[in-house]
């Protein structure tokens, strides 16, 4: 799923899209306002976000409500925070290294 997710990321305006969304619902209509392609273009975007889990869909009568699903980052984050993780360990191993090594001098 995690393939799914960097691809639909890939694209800026799918971005743009999340970040319309990120705190509220809006009809494809709304999110189709603020860019500068067609309709249609936006539909494609919203059901590869859809689609990739990072987007969820109400319905409400004729209209589509798109809203952010925060699960669909979960697998995401959780494999950049393997990294970062990883990082921080070793600036800590460093940190506490460089004191050692200061205490030593410190004793002679």
Request: charged content about 35%.
């Amino acid at each position: 799923m995690i393939e799914k997710v960097l691809h639909a990321l890939a694209e800026p305006r799918r971005r743009d899209i999340l970040s319309l969304v990120r705190n509220r619902e809006l009809t494809s209509s709304a999110i189709a306002s603020h860019f500068d392609i067609s309709a249609p273009a936006v539909s494609q975007h919203l059901k590869v976000l859809e689609q990739s889990g990072l987007v969820v869909v109400r319905r409400d009568g004729t209209k589509r409500y798109y809203g952010i699903r925060r699960d669909g980052f979960a697998e995401l984050k959780q494999y950049i925070d393997r990294f970062w993780d990883e990082s921080l360990l070793l600036l800590k191993e460093a940190a506490e290294e460089e004191e050692r090594r200061k205490n030593d001098e410190n004793k002679q």
